[in-house]
C-alpha cells in the first residue's frame, strides 16, 4: 500500500507523484489566480438549496491532514448546489454537499492553498461536492465532473465570525490525528460560508492531496470570511504523530492549457 502523503520532508508534495501519478498531471490545484490574466464570463446564476437546514449533527474529526467535517441531515435535506460554473456539467442534479475542511498556516501569512495574485490568506476552507449524476462519492471521483469544491478564504479580524466561534471551541477536543467529536448544536452551512455567493473565480483544475484527481471544477469565493487570531489558534494547536498540522497546504501547480474565469452579472 502506498505511504500515508504529508507536507514536508520524504513524504511531501515533491514526492506524491511517486505514489499517485495523477499528482503530475497537466491540471493540478492549487494555483495562482493571476488577475490580469482572469476572463470575465456571465453564467447562469449559481443556486443553492437546502444550505439553510439545520443539520442533525455535526462530525467534526482530526484526520492527520486537516479538520473534516461531515453532517448528517434528516433524508433528502442535505445542501445541494446547482447553476453557475456547474450548469452545463451537471443540468439536472446538481451537485451534493459531501464535507467541508480547511487548511491553514503557522502564521498569518501563509495557509491558503489558492493565492491571489500571488498572496496567501491565513486559512482556507474547502467545501466538497459531488455530481448527483454519481451514486457516491468513490464513483465521482476521478470521473468526468465528478467533483466541485467551493472555496472560501478567510482573513484575520477583531471581531470574527458567530459560528466559527462554537466550531473553534469545539478543537480542542481533537487535538491529535484519529480524534473525533458529534457536535450536537451545529448550524446551517449557509452560517460558515461567506456572506457573498455572487462573486467568484472558477476554473478546472484537481484534488490539492492524493490521488489529485483532475476535472475538479474549484468555485474561488472573492468575500473572505472573517476570523480571529484566537479561532485560527484554535486550528494552529492541533497535531498528528507530535506534529502540528500547519502548513497542510500544497504549493501552487502550473497552470499549462487552463484559463481562469471571474463571474460576472
Ligand atoms: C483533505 O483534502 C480531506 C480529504 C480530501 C482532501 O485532506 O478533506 O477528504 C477526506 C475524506 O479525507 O480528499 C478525496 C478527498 O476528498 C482533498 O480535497 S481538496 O482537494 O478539497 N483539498
Ligand atoms: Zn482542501
Same mark, same amino acid.
Given at each position: 500500500?502506498? +505511504?500515508?502523503?504529508?507536507?514536508?520532508?520524504?513524504?511531501?508534495?515533491?514526492?506524491?507523484?511517486?505514489?499517485?501519478?495523477?499528482?503530475?498531471?497537466? +491540471?493540478?490545484?492549487?494555483?495562482?489566480?493571476?488577475?490580469?490574466?482572469?476572463?470575465?464570463?456571465?453564467?447562469?446564476?449559481?443556486?443553492?438549496?437546502?444550505?439553510?437546514?439545520?443539520?442533525?449533527?455535526?462530525?467534526?474529526?482530526?484526520? /492527520?491532514?486537516?479538520?473534516?467535517?461531515?453532517?448528517?441531515?434528516?433524508?433528502?435535506?442535505?445542501?445541494?448546489?446547482?447553476?453557475?460554473?456547474?450548469?452545463?456539467?451537471?443540468?439536472?442534479?446538481?451537485? +451534493?454537499?459531501?464535507?467541508?475542511?480547511?487548511?491553514?498556516?503557522?502564521?498569518?501569512?501563509?495557509?491558503?492553498?489558492?493565492?491571489?495574485?500571488?498572496?496567501?490568506?491565513?486559512?482556507?476552507?474547502?467545501?466538497?461536492?459531488?455530481?448527483?449524476?454519481?451514486?457516491?462519492?468513490?464513483?465521482?471521483?476521478?470521473?468526468?465532473? /465528478?467533483?466541485?469544491?467551493?472555496?472560501?478564504?478567510?482573513?484575520?479580524?477583531?471581531?470574527?465570525?458567530?459560528?466559527?466561534?462554537?466550531?473553534?471551541?469545539?478543537?480542542?477536543?481533537?487535538?491529535?490525528?484519529?480524534?473525533?467529536?458529534?457536535?450536537?448544536?451545529?448550524?446551517?452551512?449557509?452560517?460558515?460560508?461567506?456572506?457573498?455567493?455572487?462573486?467568484?473565480?472558477?476554473?478546472? /483544475?484537481?484534488?490539492?492531496?492524493?490521488?489529485?484527481?483532475?476535472?475538479?471544477?474549484?468555485?474561488?469565493?472573492?468575500?473572505?470570511?472573517?476570523?480571529?487570531?484566537? +479561532?485560527?489558534?484554535?486550528?494552529?494547536?492541533?497535531?498528528?504523530?507530535?506534529?502540528?498540522?500547519?502548513?497542510?497546504?500544497?504549493?501552487?501547480?502550473?497552470?499549462?492549457?487552463?484559463?481562469?474565469?471571474?463571474?460576472?452579472?
Amino acid at each position: 500500500l502506498a +505511504q500515508d502523503f504529508g507536507y514536508g520532508g520524504q513524504h511531501g508534495p515533491e514526492h506524491w507523484s511517486e505514489d499517485y501519478n495523477r499528482c503530475s498531471g497537466k +491540471q493540478q490545484s492549487p494555483i495562482n489566480i493571476d488577475l490580469v490574466n482572469v476572463e470575465d464570463k456571465t453564467y447562469p446564476t449559481l443556486e443553492f438549496f437546502n444550505t439553510m437546514v439545520t443539520p442533525k449533527v455535526m462530525h467534526i474529526s482530526n484526520n /492527520g491532514h486537516t479538520v473534516l467535517v461531515r453532517m448528517t441531515y434528516e433524508e433528502g435535506m442535505e445542501p445541494r448546489v446547482r447553476g453557475g460554473p456547474l450548469s452545463e456539467l451537471s443540468p439536472f442534479t446538481g451537485y +451534493q454537499f459531501e464535507q467541508f475542511h480547511f487548511h491553514w498556516g503557522e502564521n498569518d501569512t501563509v495557509g491558503s492553498e489558492d493565492l491571489i495574485d500571488n498572496h496567501a490568506y491565513p486559512a482556507e476552507l474547502h467545501v466538497v461536492l459531488r455530481n448527483l449524476e454519481y451514486p457516491n462519492f468513490e464513483s465521482a471521483l476521478g470521473k468526468d465532473h /465528478g467533483l466541485a469544491v467551493m472555496a472560501f478564504f478567510f482573513q484575520v479580524k477583531k471581531e470574527g465570525t458567530e459560528s466559527y466561534e462554537d466550531f473553534t471551541n469545539q478543537l480542542a477536543k481533537i487535538g491529535r490525528k484519529g480524534m473525533s467529536v458529534n457536535f450536537t448544536n451545529p448550524m446551517p452551512l449557509r452560517d460558515y460560508l461567506s456572506w457573498d455567493l455572487l462573486n467568484y473565480y472558477t476554473y478546472v /483544475g484537481s484534488l490539492t492531496t492524493p490521488p489529485c484527481s483532475e476535472d475538479v471544477t474549484w468555485i474561488d469565493f472573492m468575500e473572505p470570511i472573517d476570523i480571529t487570531e484566537k +479561532q485560527l489558534d484554535a486550528f494552529r494547536q492541533l497535531t498528528a504523530n507530535d506534529e502540528h498540522l500547519n502548513n497542510n497546504f500544497r504549493p501552487i501547480q502550473p497552470l499549462n492549457d487552463r484559463k481562469v474565469y471571474k463571474s460576472v452579472l
